[in-house]
């Protein structure tokens, strides 16, 4: 690690410890004895997400987490349930992501969460996810869901 002050290339580590999602060191420039800090974090691979027109865009949390307060609004659902279902759409994938992951997955994965928790943030998300052009997309999807709570 390059010395801020000196500029010389060797420093020793005196102190290492954990600091948010980060680990935070404590250095010594072996040259001129001075002391700073450095922060090193784990670089994430970049997650690309395939659309349904063919584009591509990096995976963004937040834009999946504003899809789900858009289907959960003035519904009894926590901030940490719907985090909840961002951490499993990134831990579903974490392991198969080799670069890129399909929006249609993403969508299946919110599903299959908003089905066990709320009906109505369900139909919501569908709605938008499954692009219902008329009633009849909203009656299937209430259908399936019936049938598959009888099951």
Known sequence: ????????????????????????????????????????????????????????????????????????????????????IADKVEDTYASTWNSQMTSDRIGAVVLEELRDLDHIAYIRFASVYQDFKDVAGFIAAITALDDSKHK
């Open 1 to 84: 690690m390059k010395c801020p002050y000196c500029g010389f290339e060797d420093s020793k580590v005196i102190d290492s410890r954990p600091s948010d999602e980060r680990k935070r060191r404590r250095r010594e420039c072996l040259k001129c004895g001075k002391r700073f800090t450095t922060y090193e974090i784990v670089e994430q691979p970049l997650r690309i997400v395939l659309k349904r027109d063919g584009s591509i865009e990096p995976y963004d949390r937040s834009k999946l987490l504003s899809g789900i307060y858009h289907a959960i609004k003035k519904r009894p659902i926590t901030i940490a349930q719907v985090n909840a």
